[in-house]
């Protein structure tokens, strides 16, 4: 079992930057490849980016490529998402995922709010 606690999130103007945390606890942090979705009220969550468990070769949707970063590391049992010119569109609840053989693991989420 993996339990995730994402922190980070909060209210930015348009263009600011904002950096998401996830801390991961339970298996091993290496066993598995873990990600960002972010969920928009009256929308289906998306994918935004994932890593893989040796943290060497990142994915991103279309959407944020170019200004999304993520990593694992920084921290020990951490990834973060590092969010750059952000836009309205960007505002969600984004929510942490570790895709393990047991199964799929979730966080609570945490609020972005982009204002313009």
């Known amino acids: 079992q993996v339990h995730l606690t994402e922190s980070g999130g909060g209210l930015v103007q348009t263009g600011g930057s904002l950096k998401l945390s996830c801390v991961a606890s339970g298996r091993p942090f290496n066993d598995y490849a873990m990600a960002w979705f972010r969920q928009a009220p009256g929308k289906e969550r998306e994918f935004v980016a994932a890593?893989?468990?040796?943290?060497?070769?990142?994915v991103y949707a279309d959407s944020v490529k170019g200004r999304f970063t993520i990593a694992r590391g920084d921290v020990r049992n951490t990834i973060s998402l590092l969010m750059n010119n952000l836009q309205p569109e960007d505002a969600a609840v984004y929510y942490c995922?570790?895709?393990?053989?047991?199964?799929?693991?979730w966080g609570q989420g945490t609020q972005v709010t982009v204002s313009s």
């Open positions: 995922n570790a895709d393990t053989t047991g199964g799929d693991y």
């Open positions: 890593i893989d468990d040796e943290g060497t070769r990142p």
